[in-house]
């Protein structure tokens, strides 16, 4: 009689477990429904069928501890492993939502002045430098050269003593000839005056940096993405420190996209290209690639006056985040118009054959950087950047989506800036898996001509740029403004 009263207790002890790891796993439910719901990506029927498939599998573990005649320990298994997977389910879905936060939204754009010295100055801080004479120039950008020469002063306690210059290459050379003993400038400049300089000049060293912030004006924030026709300017960059940093860009590429026919227009014109950059330069000319120093939004306004459009949308993507989210989706297949093996400037050697090959993160980037070992140049490197973003897309839409989604999620943090909204954002991703179906990509290059000209940002130098073909700026204006008014394009690469 007592062996049955203990055995029917530790069935109670047993059953009274059970329902408490139930518990667990209505607790891991509820929140991974939450979670599910804050993310707001998921169309209403799929969250319905998933609420459903939870409330079963809560039923099923219910009934393996209420109806079992044993202790029911396969039930509790499966309870518990069911909570796991919701629990780390719910941590991904949450640390989804948190990375698309602060990559989305972005309104701002940071100018990095810098105090530097020559290689060889004992200097190694700004307090060093105190009773040096300071190179400046306000011919561009002088209001923030003035307010970063404020800092300074405010930092030392003291009024530095100033040599004003007519360019930033004066201020160099200045630098270098020992007129002045320390320059303020904008960083953005650094790898400008290293290349147009020479090698032979001593390099510079920066002892003190101050930061500028500035709004973006977001002309973005009412556009319907699900409905309406947009285009991206995304901009390739390899800096260090924040994404939001103004920076010379190297990839310029166009995403022109029309929700409703599910076509994509890639266009890519070259860094070099000879343009205007309005509101900047005054009717003068300069590379594309300088546009980035002012700023994300001077390089957009410079290309909506190339091909007379609207660009709604920036993403500013790093150097660094191509490799690790090309890594996370498991390599990506390029395909390649050329075969050619890359040079030491690209980041890696190796051989890439025509036609497609699967390039892991580190391949992909020295196939997008090389210029010096394919026909034509630069020109061709812009198509080959536009190979890797259509093998991204491609790849991105497909499961391997799911399985990278944590990689991909560590890369993009603190590597992509972007002015779409979250909203905007959830609402995109909504409709494609709402609507499914196909993705068209037809990708386009603006062509030109090699010359050598003044710059605007480079006054004093003769640099190399690259004279619009205006035949195919006008070929690409109206193809941008067809992708617009619903055109489907026949040649276009499929991605599903």
């Known amino acids: 009689m007592g062996q049955r009263k203990r055995k029917k207790a530790k069935k109670n002890v047993s059953r009274i477990i059970g329902l408490g790891l139930c518990a667990v796993q209505f607790l891991a439910s509820v929140v991974c429904l939450s979670a599910i719901l804050i993310m707001n990506m998921l169309p209403g029927k799929y969250i319905g069928m998933i609420a459903l498939v939870l409330l079963l599998f809560l039923l099923v573990g219910v009934s393996s501890q209420l109806l079992s005649k044993k202790k029911g320990i396969g ?11 919701l629990f780390t389910a719910s941590y991904y879905l949450f640390k989804t939502t948190d990375t698309i936060q602060e990559i989305s939204g972005g309104n701002k754009k940071v100018t990095k002045m810098v105090v530097a010295v020559k290689e060889s100055d004992p200097a190694q801080s700004l307090e060093d430098a105190v009773g040096y004479q300071f190179g400046v120039q306000y011919a561009m950008q002088g209001d923030d050269v003035r ?9 030392l306690g003291t009024q530095i003593s100033t040599v004003e210059y007519g360019s930033i290459g004066e201020q160099a050379m200045a ?51 699900q409905k309406e026709p947009f285009t991206v300017y995304i901009s390739g960059i390899d800096v260090y420190g924040a994404i939001e940093t103004n920076s010379r860009s190297d990839v310029n590429i166009l995403a022109t996209v029309n929700p409703n026919t599910h076509q994509i227009l890639l266009v890519t014109t070259p860094r070099d290209y000879y343009v205007e950059i309005p509101g900047i330069s005054g009717g003068q000319l300069d590379k594309l690639t300088h546009a980035g120093i002012y700023g994300v939004d001077a390089s957009m306004a410079t290309l909506a006056q190339l091909y007379q459009t609207d660009i709604q949308f920036y993403a500013r993507v790093n150097f660094t985040s191509l490799v690790e ?149 006008a070929a690409i204006q109206s193809a941008i403004a067809a992708v617009k008014q619903g055109q489907v394009f026949e040649d276009s690469e499929v991605a599903q």
């Open 75 to 85: 039930g509790k298994i499966f309870i518990v492993l069911f909570s796991i997977v």
């Open 175 to 225: 630098l270098h000839n020992g007129q002045v003993q320390a320059i303020v400038y904008n960083d953005a400049y650094s790898g400008l005056l290293s290349e147009e300089l020479g090698a032979e000049q001593e390099n510079f060293r920066i002892i003190y940096t101050y930061d500028i912030e500035s709004e973006i004006e977001n002309k973005a924030a009412e556009v319907e993405v």
């Open 325 to 473: 989210m090309i890594d996370a989706l498991g390599g990506v297949d390029v395909v390649s118009e050329q075969t050619f093996t890359t040079s030491e400037d690209s980041g890696l050697v190796m051989n890439v054959y025509q036609g497609e090959n699967h390039f892991n993160g580190q391949q992909a980037l020295a196939f997008s950087r090389e210029r010096q070992n394919v026909d034509g140049g630069d020109f061709q490197r812009g198509r080959n950047q536009q190979a890797v973003i259509t093998a991204m897309i491609k790849k991105a839409i497909s499961p391997a989506i799911l399985t990278g989604a944590n990689g991909i999620l560590n890369s993009i943090s603190g590597n992509v800036d972007m002015n779409m909204s979250i909203d905007q954002i959830q609402e995109l991703i909504k409709s494609q898996l709402a609507e499914g179906g196909a993705w068209k990509i037809k990708s386009m290059s603006a062509e030109g001509t090699g010359d050598t000209q003044s710059c605007y940002s480079m006054p004093d130098s003769l640099l190399y740029v690259t004279q619009p073909n205006m035949d195919s700026v």
């Open 147 to 155: 307010a970063a020469v404020e800092n300074v002063n405010s930092v």
